[in-house]
């Protein structure tokens, strides 16, 4: 599933190529095909590993919130015939052209994916709720004042960092990648780590999240950048679908946590 290296490659793609553009037609459920066609694309921004389209008509603002769910994928072509790989054409969903005659489509493979239209972010709460982007001045502080609270204290960590009201856009892999580089079980209680421990695993999360990001985030099964393009950092993954420990050899064990398969070294990870 994307994680918010790969949201914000595809949102870092799709600035400069749809930003200003009219939507001259659109094919999708009819709620939002009547509703967006006409519109002006002001603005592309990243919420965690939400997408928000700023759209804008006669002057008055709305929003366009897309969740890639598992297999998502935004292509810009100049005609439908430029998707080259079979899979993502067939699951075309979305399709929008702008007055230039280009097109914006929406592949999901298997369709998990959201989009919700919105006039204001209040119109869905859930979307209010998430934790503060990890990259911003007041992040560390909202996560020190979540770990902190009751209900986490007896969870595993890896849980924990993998709540988007804790840290905003951290899953699977980059959760599995900071716990190993901090030789902490994913299943250690959160109350059994000291606070400095948190705040260094904390700082670990978001320099790998920033990493991810500069090299376009991890292409795993169908995750592609827009128009089919693929990132390098699951060449840089340590533990992440590894089956031996590169800093001990030994042979690495799966759990399930918080309904994720968890990926450790017994060896290194305590």
């Not at 592949?107 to 919700?116: H, K, L, N, T, V």
């Not at 980059?174 to 705040?199: C, D, G, V, W």
């Not at 670990?204 to 390098?232: C, F, K, M, P, W």
């Not at 950092?233 to 089956?243: A, C, P, V, W």
């Amino acid at each position: 599933m994307p994680e918010l290296p790969e949201v914000e490659g595809v949102v870092r793609s799709l600035q400069p190529v749809v930003t200003g553009k009219t939507i001259y037609h659109v094919t999708i459920s009819e709620v939002i095909k009547q509703a967006i066609e006409g519109m002006t694309i002001k603005s592309i921004e990243r919420r965690s590993k939400y997408i928000f389209f700023h759209l804008e008509k006669e002057g008055n603002p709305y929003l366009l919130v897309n969740h890639l769910g598992m297999t998502g994928a935004w292509f810009h072509v100049s005609q439908l015939s430029d998707i080259t790989e079979e899979k993502f054409l067939k699951h075309a969903h979305i399709l929008i052209q702008f007055d230039d005659h280009n097109w914006l489509v929406y592949s999901d493979i298997r369709r998990f994916g959201e989009m919700r239209f919105l006039h204001e972010l209040e119109e869905h709460p859930p979307l209010l709720e998430m934790a503060p982007e990890p990259f911003s001045d007041e992040a560390l502080s909202h996560f020190l004042e979540k770990v902190n609270l009751t209900k986490y204290a007896n969870k595993a960590v890896k849980e924990v960092i993998m709540d988007g009201h804790v840290i905003a856009g951290c899953g699977n892999i980059y959760a599995t990648e900071a716990l190993f580089k901090m030789n902490i079980h994913p299943a250690r209680k959160l109350s059994r780590i000291s606070k400095e421990r948190k705040i260094e695993l904390f700082k670990t999360i978001v320099h790998i999240l920033q990493e991810s990001i500069d090299v376009g985030g991890s292409t795993i099964s169908d995750y592609r950048n827009i128009n089919g393009e693929a990132g390098s950092m699951q060449h840089r993954l340590k533990m992440y679908g590894k089956k031996t420990c590169p800093t001990c050899n030994g042979d690495t064990k799966q759990k399930i946590i918080g309904g994720r398969n968890s990926v450790y070294c017994p060896n290194c990870q305590h």
